[in-house]
């Protein structure tokens, strides 16, 4: 059990930056899934290794899945241990998510 004794980064001095592809889509859901999304960056803030580490063209990223009402929402995000910032990257429902992400971050 290494991992057990491998100390995780505090979380009070973690930070957080969203890109703008993040905050365009936050944007344009309704009140409830802002605050269904703030919830669930609360929680990655709180463990940062809970999304889903994703592999191939997407190799760093992370996704959360999460429910709004029927609507199943992923929220990607990179996590750098070493600088201890979360950077958000973005948030939709399913369909086309990997592609658009995957050309956005070939883009960047």
Sequence with gaps: ??????????????????????????RRLPPNGQLALDEQVKKILA??????????????????????GPLQLLLAYQFNQRRNVIELLDVGPHENFYRDLDSYLRRR
């Design 1 to 26: 059990m290494e991992d057990a004794n491998r100390e995780e980064p505090k979380a009070s001095r973690r930070t957080v930056q969203q890109s703008t592809r993040f905050g365009k889509a936050k």
């Design 47 to 68: 463990n940062p290794l809970l999304g889903e580490m994703k592999v191939g063209a997407l190799k760093g990223v992370r996704v959360l899945k999460f429910k709004l």
